[in-house]
């Protein structure tokens, strides 16, 4: 029987694919959906490959590249900061790799495949007890949107639209509790950190 290298196979979205060498002020993402999806894709933790998750909810569309960071996990590390910076008690993190949004002006159509992103800030969400930050990011050398190097200076209708979406993406019209939440929107600094630690989870969950 011929005999196969192990890097002749596709690697595993999340487990095979490195972070980056300049991590974690410079990430790779994995691209799990785009602004033009109507179904919500997420990764197949056993296989690597994307799955249908859902159709998207009523008129809720991502405003932006979504998907997650290779080789983090929202574990102890992640719960932990949540819960100091909140004063929050019995958080979780969501068993989940980090999400990671992307802006950029150029129009990227598909998902399932790896950008290159600077991040510059963040949402601290918590969904049903879970901690499920979002970072916000750049795609790297993006000529318009590349100045923008903290949260800051992205403009606030910007903002507004991606906290909605994930305040609303699992809403059902008439419900009247929502029990997701966006306790902070921090800076380019502090979304640094919450990288380090969901990377530090991942090294005891994974690689110990």
Known sequence: MEKHSKNQYQLHPWHGIEIGENSPSEVKSFKEITPSDSVKYEIDKASGFLKVDRPQKFSNIVP???????????????????????????????????????????????????????????????????ADDKIIAILKGDEVY???????????SLIKRLKHYFLTYKSIPGDSVSKVEITHIYNKAEALEVIKASQLDYQVHFKS
């Not at 949540?82 to 992307?102: R, S, Y």
């Not at 590349?146 to 606030?156: L, M, N, R, T």
């Open 64 to 130: 932006a590249l979504y998907g997650f960071i290779p080789q983090t996990y929202c574990a102890e590390h992640l719960a932990q900061y949540c819960m100091d910076k909140t004063g929050k008690k019995n958080i979780v993190g969501d068993g989940d790799p980090l999400d990671i949004c992307v802006l950029t002006e150029r129009n990227i159509t598909h998902g399932n495949i790896i950008v290159p992103a600077i991040p510059i800030g963040g949402f601290r969400m918590i969904d049903h007890g879970e």
């Open 146 to 156: 590349g100045a923008w190097d903290d949260i800051d200076k992205c403009p606030e």
